[in-house]
């Protein structure tokens, strides 16, 4: 059974850190590209970062560079997402996916793009 598998999601003071996993099985994520993205409630699902597999170049949104990073490790099939600094405004239910299709610095965005999605962690930053 091909899947992604998030985890690492909770709560958190703002200010703090959370660093989410995505942990692919049934399929090697060599080579795909891994993306975040969130959905708040009554909002669209929002790219966050993504992270290409051919020659590791990320890209962020605007909201969260300098914030979040996007990494890989291979050798365990998952990818992370550091998310320092948070704010009350990146609350929501965050998703990773991945694709084979390429990309640029737009194309990344477009849900439909991509072949698998986890179910989700949830992330809250609350005092």
């Known amino acids: 059974q091909l899947q992604l598998v998030e985890s690492g999601g909770g709560l958190v003071q703002p200010g703090g850190s959370l660093r989410l996993s995505c942990a692919a099985s049934?399929?090697?994520?060599?080579?795909?590209?891994i993306a975040w993205f969130r959905q708040a409630p009554g909002k669209e699902r929002e790219g966050v970062s993504c992270?290409?597999?051919?020659?590791?170049?990320?890209y962020y949104a605007d909201s969260v560079k300098g914030r979040f990073t996007a990494s890989r490790d291979n050798a365990k099939n998952t990818v992370y997402l550091q998310m320092n600094s948070l704010k009350p405004d990146d609350t929501a239910v965050y998703y990773c996916?991945?694709?084979?299709?390429?990309?640029?610095?737009?194309?990344?965005?477009?849900?439909?793009?991509?072949?698998?999605w986890g179910q989700g962690t949830q992330v809250t930053v609350s005092s």
């Open positions: 996916a991945a694709r084979r299709r390429p990309m640029n610095i737009v194309t990344w965005r477009a849900l439909n793009d991509y072949d698998y």
């Open positions: 049934g399929f090697t994520l060599d080579f795909y590209a």
């Open positions: 992270l290409r597999s051919s020659d590791g170049r990320s």
